[in-house]
């Protein structure tokens, strides 16, 4: 595997068997593992996630990827297993004999769903086919933890002895917490672990031959007393895959508690998933929007800060997994007027952060009405942005370039500066950056709507210590400065055939 962190990353080219496969890795760039790179193509991930799609035989994957593609994502996010007690599909077959907890009949864990697995299959093969890398989750966190209520979790879960034919012994029956309860965690319970390694296995031979991002689980570092012992079976499983399928390689994560360690612990890990990493957390907006001097205005280079310190730390490729949830169980996003800005704050501080994000769905496609585009909205525009400049060559620049929280900025020294205001009216209008670096070299600017997209006018900025910009307006605003002639070529133009299914 690439290094150590949160996600799992397959490429290879589809349609043929594993041993048969050429392919192009996706993993981080050389000398810059922020992004990713695959094949000739640099890769900064958005999109928006759905979680119940694979269970659901009656949502059409492909209009769930169209849509996807439409609004400027390149990647979603969805769990292998999430919710199949309500929807038709689960990777194993329901046979019984007997009765599980939600009136259906048994699991076996030993006998797999020709049909699911077929839907998985043509899941990733139509990623491919559009240029979508998915995030898919072994073990859903809704599954993994409990309430002592009728929503129990764990009640319905096909690893609770109550719902499977596999005798097994060790984890908690009906309707316990097993949210903390560390026994689907134990790696001395042999049973289990088999079945679980089975699980896994199956899922890598069925799709490890298409661009596939891993993710060992939703918040189940959040929610349980998770051990290191856990994850780093999954770290070795991982690497053991790989040594026995050469060709292939994989990118692994894990969505955790920060606090927990364990990206310290755990050296194989690749990408680094922040979404619970309280300091990498999206702010709330409260109050006027206009107003409120406390608001995610004045948070977007705190995020950025952060992300920058968490990069610095593993060297690894960061992504949040769920940076915002539509609707979000905390603040509906479309609820009153201010979430959109939250929202695109929220997305532009993690990309000038040098991280990669997916927004999260919990329900079916009917969330994709209007009034719930939120973060549709603001991440067309985003990608616009990302792909109109070389930012696979581009960092951070937290407090040397603009020393306030008036501005946040990547750059290439000296090449390429990309800045991002987050309000005019909150700033003044205005922001000053220091250039000197570039001496007295004179960039092509322009100025970036992210509320409705486009580029304005192009106008000369020289180099030097304390070049002002002038806001158009009081809103929010990115300008982009590249040197005459050297804008190369953009990610758009580079998108590589590792994506392209023959």
Known sequence: MFCTCIAV???????????????????????????????????ALSGNGLWVLLPDKDMSVAEHNEHAVRWG???????????????????????????????????????????????AVAYVRDCARQGIYPVIQFWGECYIEGHPDAENRWNVHPFNPDNNVNDLAGLPMGMADAGTDDAFYNTDNAPLIALQDRFVKKALDELA??????????????????SHKWIRHWAHFFDAYEASHPGITLLLTVDTNGAHGHYEAIENLDVVNVHGFHESQPFTLDGDPLSNPDDSRVHVKRVQAALNRRFLTFKKPLINTRIVSDPDRGRPLPDRPG??????????AYFFGGAHFISFRTQREQSWAAPFLTTEHQQIHLREFIDSFEFWKCEPRVGDVVAGDDAAVLAETGRQYAFYAPNGNHFNGRF?????????????????????GGFGEPFSVTAGPSVVFELPTDQDWAVLLTLPGDCGATATSMMGSCQQVK
């Open 339 to 348: 979430n959109a800005l939250e929202t695109r704050h929220i997305l532009w």
């Open 209 to 226: 031959a298409f661009p596939v991002i891993w993710d060992i689980g939703n918040e189940v570092g959040l929610d349980t007393r998770i």
């Open 73 to 119: 994502a390149n990647s979603n996010r969805t769990s292998l297993f999430s919710f199949c007690h309500i929807e038709e599909l689960a990777p194993w077959q329901r046979r019984g004999p007997g009765t599980a907890n939600d009136g259906k009949p048994k699991y076996d864990l030993n006998a797999f769903s020709k049909a699911y697995w077929q839907r």
């Open 9 to 43: 990353i397959v490429v290879l080219m589809a349609g043929q068997p594993l041993a048969e496969q050429t392919h192009r890795a996706l993993g981080p760039v050389l000398g810059n593992p922020r992004w990713l790179v695959c094949g000739s193509e640099y890769v």
């Open 432 to 452: 000053t950056a220091n250039l000197s670096e570039a001496a007295d070299a004179r960039f092509l600017a322009r100025w970036f709507d992210p509320r409705h």
